[in-house]
């Protein structure tokens, strides 16, 4: 509970997560409780310090019987397998040598081991703390008959041989729609101090795509949906060149500029890989209007914490990047929450920004665009709101005219609700009687009388189909 929040990497050292037991079982343990209560069959321990939980020093959590048996098993309830994470990691191996590492984590509680620096070293250490009475052939035979239940579970005692034609398109032929789902849905706003959000259209755009140096998916929406210009800048480039761009994209003389930070590592090591020359950049560019997306590890962010308007995307993908180019312009809603406390900003907070932007300025619209002014022109309706949505995309939003047809009256805007009476009449019965009509299963010159039996000997017998169309 916690990895994600360390400033070291157990690979290389013991991270220490200096939080309370109540912090602990309010946010790190929680997604682990409802696992735990759902049945998952086994959890890999992780090589974490947390004094809150075990207090003994440069005590890994995964060698911790506070840990292992006291809180997952006796107080979370967890009756799965446990594995050490890889006990070569220099977070247990500093600390755990010659097979203790081994040793302390089976009397911890956990049933396997991964990864022990050498396995002779490992029986042997494991045998002579049998012997001292450490550990007990009873606790070895439990574990082990843990690990067997698990196998014949899973059906494991049956030779199974899978078939691996089209694996790999099987696994993942419904991943890209549900990254679509997931980028439409976590849109994050950190920070909208300059009032840059909700996203004005015509106004001179500049993009700066940190981390490329071709146009991403990005790049072109901005190009093409705001007719920006592209600035790019590799994570390689000197000072020098991010100097070069700074005064470029200050001489165009733009009303804002949009900033994607691609392509940099989900590690802290070497922050993120983003060099010192691209923090400067996005920093310099904070006074031309700048909104800054982070596409990646959102703790990144942390880089541009004095930024006016930043966004969290956490994927740096097509499904993230058009995700963020449709939320710029204005199909998408921002209602996603920092997983993580970033800058000053909470985890859990974010900047919910309805998705009330017109939609909808390119050509192929301007039919919709037409037929809504000559309903208007002919007083069909005061006014109107036209909205179309593919994919769970706003691809089309716009109002038209007014309340009522005094021209006093309040405009109607995006955020105008209208009562939905009688729309069944359009988008069901209509659409149910041309489709009966083109099959030629519905005769309009009939009456009701000639297919609905109930209505005979009634006065609503005799009335034509196409005539109660007309209601």
């Given amino acids: 509970p916690g990895h994600g929040d360390v400033a070291v990497d157990s690979h290389y050292d013991l991270p220490v997560i200096n939080k309370s037991k109540e912090s602990l079982d309010t946010l790190e343990l929680y997604p682990f409780k409802k696992l735990f209560e759902a049945g998952v069959g086994s959890a890999m321990i992780a090589h974490l310090a947390i004094p809150a939980i075990d207090n003994r020093t440069n005590r890994p959590t995964s060698l911790s019987v506070y840990n292992v048996t006291n809180l997952m ?7 799965g397998l446990t594995f050490t994470d890889a006990l070569e990691m220099k977070g ?20 396997m081991l991964c990864l022990p620096e050498s396995v002779p070293v490992t029986i042997d250490a494991v ?4 012997k001292e009475k450490r550990l007990g052939w009873d606790d070895i035979d439990k574990k082990v008959r843990r690990v067997l239940h698990a196998k014949f579970s899973l059906g494991l005692d049956k030779p199974q041989v899978i078939d691996t034609t089209n694996l790999l398109e099987d696994l993942n032929k419904n991943t890209d729609d549900l990254r679509r789902k997931v980028a439409a849905n976590v849109v994050t706003v950190l920070r909208n101090t300059a009032g840059l959000l909700p996203f004005v259209a015509g106004e001179r755009t500049a993009y700066v795509g940190i981390g490329t140096t071709v146009a991403n998916t990005f790049g072109k929406r901005l190009a093409a949906d705001f007719k920006a210009d592209t600035f790019l800048l590799d994570h390689k480039a000197t000072a020098a060149q991010a100097a070069t761009l700074l005064n470029a994209v200050k001489e165009g003389n733009y009303n804002r500029v949009v900033i994607g930070l691609h392509n940099y590592s989900h590690r802290p090591t070497n922050n993120y890989g983003i060099s010192k020359a691209a923090i400067d950049l996005v920093n310099n560019l904070q006074d031309q209007n700048a909104l800054t997306f982070v596409f990646g590890n959102v703790y990144a962010a942390q880089n541009f914490c004095n930024a006016s308007t930043v966004v969290a995307m956490y994927e740096d993908d097509d499904a993230f990047q058009n995700a963020a180019a449709d939320f710029l312009q204005g199909g998408l809603a921002a209602k996603g929450t920092l997983p993580v406390t970033v800058c000053d ?81 359009i988008s ?20 009701l009388g000639d297919y609905l039996p109930i209505t005979r000997g009634t006065d609503k017998a005799p009335l034509l189909i196409k005539d109660v169309l007309l209601h």
């Fill in 73 to 79: 098993r006796e107080e979370m309830g967890y009756d």
């Fill in 92 to 111: 247990v191996a500093k600390f755990f040598g010659g097979g203790e590492a081994a040793v302390e984590a089976l009397i911890a509680g956990n049933d």
């Fill in 127 to 130: 045998k002579k703390a049998i």
């Fill in 345 to 425: 900003v909470r985890y859990g907070t974010g900047i919910a920004l309805n998705s009330f932007i017109p939609v909808g300025n390119s050509p192929e619209w301007a039919p919709v665009d037409a037929i809504a002014q000559e309903g208007l022109a002919k007083k069909a309706y005061p006014g109107a709101v036209v909205l179309a949505v593919q994919n769970g995309v706003i691809k089309y939003h716009k109002a038209f005219g007014r309340y009522e047809f005094d021209s006093s009256s309040k405009p109607v805007s995006l955020e105008s609700i209208y009562d939905l009476a009688s729309v069944t009449k």
């Fill in 428 to 447: 069901a019965t209509t659409v149910g009687v041309m489709k009966l009509y083109e099959e030629g299963k519905l005769d309009l010159d009939k009456t």
